[in-house]
């Protein structure tokens, strides 16, 4: 998630600048230095385009509430792929695709439930049908105002939480044009409700958080062996471009990285728990090696609590406790609490 937790890590490391241009009228590059309007330093999002009528919306620098979205079009129908935690920033997403000269969305995909990823539904419906899985809505709705109960002091706009009206089980497909967009539910992983976006003529796929680029893994309200299957899932897709959830578009390559490190969650917890350590001491004795590259590296603590779960034989996805977990992730973070910078 990026989103129903939140912090943001004292010493981040910003994440690359995409491999492909930004364009369209009045798009802002990843080295762009207009403040977001509560004045903070974060840069401002930017378009990508992947191929011809797809796009990637980039919010650097890819941490907490900083998700990626995008949109299909071909010139009469428009598909965009998640929206953002913010009024402002869901506003910008939607002049975004009227600069590049696309018509208004008729549809909007959501990844998963997280408000990042969803909080801005609402400036696109009811004009746009919002798709998700069914897990999606049902999360979405139980969870309420997400955002606001972690970070109340962000001003996020005027938000209508605005869940999926169109839900489906297993697999989805949509038409944009000549353009078929594929929805995939790969099972419980970042969440119960986590939904794959593949283009296969285009062979570009939007993961949602299944993939963060830069970032550390989050499956703390998932499943760490669901992950492991998603990133399967994933591969045998043969995609040549990757949209992650968080951080700079990318290659298949970018699933290495994140299976080494699930299993890495694994080995800890298997270890730690065999020595009767909680989940936050063998985050404190962690090694992270390779991985202390990552931002939000805190974020150990709360996949452990995970992995322990499901040592314990939890059912993936099973509700583990907030407090605990997130309250984990502060202290590991040194006492100070994640910031959202949306």
Known sequence: MDDATARHTA?????APATTPATGPGAT???????????????????????AGVHAFIQPDGGWCLNNAGFVTDGDATLVVDTAATERRARLLRRRIAESGAPAPRTVVNTHHHGDHTYGNGVFAPEATIVGHASCRRELLAAGHQLHAVWPEVGYGDIHLTPPEVTYTDELTLHVGDTEVRLIHPGVAHTTGDTIVW?????????????????????????LAG????????????????????????????YDGIERYLRFVGRLAEEGRAAGRTPLETAQEADLGPFAELAESERLVANLHRAYAELDGAAPGVP????????????LNGGIPMACHA
């Open 227 to 254: 992950s492991l299957r998603a990133l399967r899932t994933l591969r045998a897709l043969d995609a040549v471009t990757v949209v992650p959830g968080h951080g700079p578009v990318t290659g298949p390559e970018v």
């Open 11 to 15: 010493a981040r490391t910003p994440a």
């Open 320 to 331: 583990l406790d907030p407090f605990a977990g997130f309250g984990d992730m502060t202290v």
């Open 199 to 223: 283009l296969p003529r285009e062979r570009i796929v939007f993961t949602g958080d299944l993939v963060f680029h830069g970032g550390t893994p989050f499956v703390f309200m998932g499943s």
């Open 29 to 51: 590059g990843p080295d762009a230095t207009e403040p977001p309007a509560d004045g903070s330093p974060v840069p401002e999002p930017y378009l990508t385009e992947l191929a």
